[in-house]
C-alpha cells in the first residue's frame, strides 16, 4: 500500500509569514499533485509536478518534486488569509492504474490577520 | 464548462434505510471516480469508471455499496441499510483520459452524509 505522510498537520501563522509544508512517501510516484480544500467543498487542484526535480510557481505558491518522486514540498510566500484551508498531496500510481491517485492526510493552514 | 456536480449536498438518515447519490461530471471527461472523506483524513478511492464501465472497486466497498454510471454519462452510488460507520463526506472527480497523474481531478462539492 503506498502512503503518503504530510508535516505538518495542523500550521497557524500570521499574515505575511512564510510557511512551507511536506509530503513524504517510501513510494515512487509517476506524478504528484496539489489540492486545497475549503470547509463542505471537494478538493481544488491547485498543480501537477511530473519530473523529479521539477519545480512550479503559482504566484505565491512554489512546488517542489523530489528528485527520487518520492516527496514533495509547497512553500507559500507572504501567507494571506485567504491561503487559510486544507492542503493535500495525492500521488498517481505508476503503470495500468495511473488513474489512481493515493492521499495524504492534509496540513491545515490557518493565516491569521 | 459547469463543473462536477453532486447532488443533494447533505443528507441525513436513519440507521438501516438506503440512500443514493448523484453525480454530473464535466461532459468532456469519460473518467469518473468516487472517493469517500472521513474527519482528519484525506479522500479515500472507492470506485473508478471509464465511459460506462467500472474498472476498479475498492475493498473498502462492501456489497452494500453499489455504483454505476449508464451510458457513460452521470454517475449514482447507491448505499444498502446504511450504517453509522457510513457517515463521511462522498466525492465524485472526472478527468480526462490520459495518465490522470498528469491532468488531475475535479472534484464536486461533495455529498456529506450523515446516518443517526
Known amino acids: 500500500t503506498q502512503l503518503l505522510e504530510q508535516s505538518p498537520q495542523f500550521l497557524s501563522i500570521q499574515e505575511g509569514e512564510n510557511l512551507t509544508v511536506y509530503c513524504n512517501s517510501s513510494?515512487?510516484?509517476?506524478?504528484l499533485q496539489w489540492y486545497r480544500q475549503e470547509p463542505g467543498e471537494g478538493p481544488v487542484l491547485l498543480v501537477t509536478v511530473v519530473t523529479g526535480g521539477e519545480v512550479k510557481k503559482l504566484k505565491r505558491l512554489t512546488f517542489q518534486f523530489g528528485d527520487a518522486r518520492k516527496d514533495s514540498s509547497l512553500h507559500i510566500t507572504a501567507a494571506q488569509t485567504g491561503d487559510t484551508g486544507l492542503y493535500l498531496c495525492?500521488?498517481?500510481?505508476?503503470?495500468?492504474?495511473?488513474?489512481?491517485?493515493?492521499f495524504g492526510k492534509g496540513t491545515l493552514l490557518t493565516v491569521n490577520p | 464548462d459547469t463543473g462536477v456536480s453532486q447532488d443533494p449536498r447533505h443528507k441525513i438518515t436513519k440507521r438501516g434505510q438506503n440512500v443514493t447519490f448523484r453525480c454530473d461530471p464535466i461532459s468532456e471527461h469519460n473518467r469518473l471516480y468516487w472517493y469517500r472523506q472521513t474527519l482528519g483524513q484525506g479522500p479515500e478511492f472507492l470506485t473508478y469508471f471509464q465511459n460506462e464501465a467500472q474498472l476498479e472497486k475498492s475493498r473498502l466497498l462492501s456489497n452494500r455499496f453499489s455504483a454505476e454510471r449508464p451510458k457513460g454519462s452521470f454517475s449514482t452510488l447507491e448505499i444498502q441499510r446504511t450504517e453509522q460507520g457510513d457517515s463521511a463526506m462522498y466525492l465524485c472527480?472526472?478527468?480526462?483520459?490520459?495518465?490522470?497523474?498528469?491532468?488531475?481531478?475535479?472534484f464536486g462539492s461533495g455529498t456529506r452524509l450523515t446516518v443517526v
Open positions: 472527480a472526472s478527468s480526462r483520459m490520459g495518465v490522470s497523474g498528469n491532468y488531475g481531478y475535479t
Open positions: 495525492a500521488g498517481a500510481n505508476s503503470g495500468g492504474s495511473n488513474y489512481k491517485l493515493t
Open positions: 513510494s515512487v510516484f509517476s506524478s
